[in-house]
């Protein structure tokens, strides 16, 4: 499983150099604030979505291993705890960073991201599409959980962006109210939410190929007891692994407050830190 991702991910790292050191910034994108404006969204939520998440997705690949020889039908009920918690609890983040989009943020500094904001949280919902992924990794199918998450990082939303940019930039043009930023700015967040629907879709192939049954895992067959046990394992790991995502959000806010023009500074920063 090691050796197919690494090599996978040599395959696909002269491409992608190109791509995000090149291509994009020269041709798809030329508006390094747009980037910056981005990173500032991911990089402002990225703490709660991982609060949120409570680490729903490493309770499953443990306990769907733990239990998928001796108690299959067991074992399937923490991928179905997955689905639902991310379903709901996703339901719950949209609507809360849409209220904040839409009566706190535009009498903020940062009114001209509030639309980016809205856009950027849709990437919470339904919010399972990587469950097949985590699945993967439960069945020790590392292999084509590396080979999933490399053409789903590299390929699929890759290119989904870079169609989306270069299709609203095209729209938005011609409208001078709004313009190519604005249209750079919709099309890099409607891109990302796009590319995660390809990227379910190629390993649901997969999963299907394996002889598995996709509309198992969307059931509810799981009871309280197994609820609760996720999320007691959970609520350890995510103490620690929103702490990340909290320094990201002060480093951004900082640049936000000391660096002028800082949505262009960290658009370059971005690109210089996709490249290397």
Known sequence: GFLTGFFAGIL?????????????PRYIMPYPQVSGMYGYAQDLFQAMWTLLDMSTSVALAKYFAEYRIDKPEKAIHYVQIFIWWQFLSGIFQLTLVVSLGLFLFPHLSIAHMSYLFIFHSFIQFPGWFQVLIFLFQGLQRID????????????????????FILSFRSIFA?????????GCMLGYAVGEWFGQFISFGFTTVLFKKQGFHLGTIFRVDFNMAEFKQVMVFGGKIVIGAVLVPAVYFLQTYLASIYILNYNAELGYYKMVYQIT
Do not use: H, W
């Open 174 to 182: 011609n409208i001078p109210q709004y313009g190519e930023v604005f």
């Open 144 to 163: 084509l959980a590396l080979v999933c998450d490399v053409l789903r990082m590299v390929v699929f939303d890759l290119l989904s962006k870079y169609t």
């Open 12 to 24: 696909v790292l002269i491409p992608q150099v190109i791509l995000t050191g090149f291509i994009f």
